[in-house]
């Protein structure tokens, strides 16, 4: 699955209670609220490239991008 390149602001992105066995890329987008709440990987991963973020909709989705960009070595995105 794929989310890339959307030239206008997104106002909320939800994968809540969901299970990444593939691939999820975000690319060159930008959200207001994003909410990866109960959300596993289980063989697959979150690939977020240029991917902005306004705010999350609670910490657990923070913590979960942020173990995604650390688990590729990419430790300026995680901070």
């Known amino acids: 699955m794929s989310i890339t390149n959307i030239i206008n602001k997104i ?4 994968f809540k209670n969901i299970v990444v ?4 890329n ?4 930008k959200v207001d609220t994003v909410d990866f709440k ?3 990987i289980n063989g697959g991963l ?3 490239v240029n991917f ?3 705010k999350f ?4 989705s923070a913590l979960f991008l942020k173990n995604e ?9 995680a901070l």
Not at 11 to 14: G, M, Q, R, V
Not at 26 to 29: A, D
Not at 57 to 60: F, G, H, I, V
């Open 11 to 14: 106002k909320s992105i939800s």
């Open 21 to 24: 066995g593939g691939i999820i």
């Open 26 to 29: 975000i690319q060159n987008v």
């Open 38 to 40: 109960s959300s596993v």
């Open 46 to 48: 979150v690939n977020p």
């Open 52 to 54: 902005e973020v306004d």
């Open 57 to 60: 909709a609670n910490r657990e």
């Open 69 to 77: 960009v650390y688990a590729r070595d990419n430790i300026i995105d």
